[in-house]
């Protein structure tokens, strides 16, 4: 087995645990199915790059290209900008998830619902 069809297979696996924690219930669960969710991504991503090939992609001075098989630089500055979005996603949920918990009192996504409130409010009555 090649290192990119691990790398490609440990992305998959990634990708699956990060569904799973997305569908639960608890709303930091779901933000942790967020961030591994998008590391599965960024995996994938940098894996589509040419793992294998160690050679800077640098282009000599009179040269049409890069001598020889090198990397592509491509993925490499999309997982980068990706991990600096998916930080910023991830610290503004987490503020309001915090924010939710403090006005609410729980972290449960169906509590969370205006539909459960209005439910909540009739039986109080």
Same mark, same amino acid.
């Given at each position: ?6 790398? %490609? ?7 699956? %645990? ?13 933000? $942790?199915? $967020? ?47 990706? %991990?600096? %979005?998916?930080?910023? $996603? ?5 503020? $309001? ?29």
């Amino acid at each position: 087995m090649t290192s990119t069809a691990l790398v %490609i297979g440990l992305a998959g696996a990634l990708l699956a %645990i990060g569904i799973y924690l997305l569908l639960q219930r608890n709303l930091l669960r779901a933000l $942790l199915g $967020l961030v591994v969710l998008s590391n599965g991504v960024n995996l994938l991503l940098l894996s589509l790059g040419e793992l294998g090939s160690t050679v800077p992609p640098l282009v000599a001075e009179g040269a049409q290209g890069p001598a020889g098989d090198t990397a592509n630089p491509l993925p490499q500055a999309l997982v980068l900008t990706a %991990i600096v %979005i998916g930080f910023g $996603l991830v610290s503004f949920a987490l503020a $309001l998830a915090r924010r939710a918990y403090q006005r609410l009192g729980s972290a449960d996504g169906d509590e969370l619902s205006p539909v459960s409130q209005t439910a909540r409010s009739e039986q109080t009555r």
